[in-house]
């Protein structure tokens, strides 16, 4: 961080740039996700993951209170109602996936196979949003796909039923990530978190009480845990996006695979293989290379808008 005199002829420290920002929110929102794959292992000793979500989805709200009371009601003014509604429903259950993914497979396999969301996104950006994608992105995408084979290893070695679970999260988590392309061209990032728990909490209470075990004090904390971390990663996530665009901050992103592996093999004694780190790479590369892109084309598309509204 460099310094620049004040009026007073004294050196003042110099604000960090937006692009260090986005990558410190980024690095933050990595971290943040990677407690809470690790929070959420002790409370399924306890809990089934229906009922994990509820309580991730109840405390997520009480977290977004304090923004809520501070913006006013006025904050969630919509006309994208239903929208919220699919959004809610699918991130039900790619959440209920997701977490019952951890509570029976390596942290480090679970979080490598989700890193394939942005995979599926890019697949539905063409099928739903109606993207232009030209062949390097497609290239980019078949080979994630093939960071996915790497991990799996089907025909080599026994596809485990966790890992097929994580692979389901991660297309539902696509789904949702493509929803909520759609809402951000008018929505405000803070109410798209918040609408998120407003519907979330009430829809996974239902599948909850079929399963209901009143939680121990001890799990109680860690599911305040649990959603004290999401909460602070989408947080972040929301804030790297609003002050860089993706291709700069999603390397970060994927700091995650590293958080997780060292929580695992402290906490819990797990050792990735050779195979999750491969594929987790490849994964991650090709997410890259595709956010790099997008974010390219959506600049020669602004700057072809501007040559053509210029007099």
């Known amino acids: 961080?460099?310094?620049?005199?004040?009026?007073?002829?004294?050196?003042?420290p110099r604000?960090?740039?937006?692009?260090?920002?986005?990558?410190?929110?980024?690095?933050?929102?990595?971290?943040?996700?990677?407690?809470?794959?690790?929070?959420?292992?002790?409370?399924?000793?306890?809990?089934?993951?229906?009922?994990?979500?509820?309580?991730?989805?109840?405390?997520?709200?009480?977290?977004?209170?304090?923004?809520?009371?501070?913006?006013?009601?006025?904050?969630?003014?919509?006309?994208?109602?239903?929208?919220?509604i699919v959004r809610a429903v699918i991130g039900l259950f790619a959440m209920t996936t997701w977490f019952w993914a951890i509570s029976i497979t390596p942290m480090a396999t679970v979080t490598s196979l989700f890193f394939a969301t942005t995979l599926f996104a890019g697949v539905l950006a063409v099928l739903v949003l109606r993207e232009k994608v030209g062949p390097r992105r497609w290239a980019a995408m078949v080979v994630g796909f093939l960071g996915v084979l790497v991990i799996l290893r089907p025909g080599v070695d026994q596809v485990t039923f966790g890992a097929m679970l994580s692979l389901g999260a991660a297309a539902l988590a696509g789904v949702s990530m493509t929803v909520v392309k759609l809402l951000s061209r008018t929505e405000r990032p803070e109410a798209i978190i918040t609408y998120m728990t407003l519907f979330l909490?009430?829809?996974?209470?239902?599948?909850?009480?079929?399963?209901?075990?009143?939680?121990?004090?001890?799990?109680?904390?860690?599911?305040?845990?649990?959603?004290?971390?999401?909460?602070?990663?989408?947080?972040?996530?929301?804030?790297?996006?609003?002050?860089?665009?993706?291709?700069?901050?999603?390397?970060?992103?994927?700091?995650?695979?590293?958080?997780?592996?060292?929580?695992?093999?402290?906490?819990?004694?797990?050792?990735?293989?050779?195979?999750?780190?491969?594929?987790?790479?490849?994964?991650?590369?090709?997410?890259?290379?595709?956010?790099?892109?997008?974010?390219?084309?959506?600049k020669e598309a602004a700057r072809v808008d501007a040559a053509r509204d210029a007099p």
């Open 1 to 12: 961080m460099t310094q620049e005199p004040d009026d007073s002829g004294k050196a003042k």
């Open 201 to 298: 909490t009430p829809l996974s209470l239902i599948p909850a009480l079929f399963v209901w075990v009143w939680p121990s004090w001890e799990v109680l904390a860690w599911l305040v845990a649990v959603s004290g971390f999401a909460t602070t990663g989408h947080w972040g996530l929301t804030r790297a996006f609003r002050l860089s665009d993706s291709s700069a901050v999603m390397p970060f992103m994927y700091a995650q695979l590293p958080f997780v592996a060292a929580i695992g093999f402290v906490a819990y004694g797990e050792v990735p293989d050779i195979y999750t780190w491969i594929g987790g790479a490849i994964i991650a590369a090709s997410s890259v290379y595709i956010a790099h892109r997008e974010a390219r084309r959506a």
């Open 15 to 84: 604000r960090p740039s937006a692009a260090l920002r986005a990558a410190l929110w980024m690095a933050l929102s990595s971290a943040a996700f990677a407690g809470m794959t690790a929070t959420i292992r002790p409370t399924s000793q306890e809990l089934h993951s229906f009922e994990i979500a509820f309580f991730r989805c109840l405390f997520g709200l009480l977290f977004m209170m304090p923004w809520l009371a501070r913006a006013g009601i006025g904050a969630l003014r919509t006309q994208r109602l239903p929208l919220y």
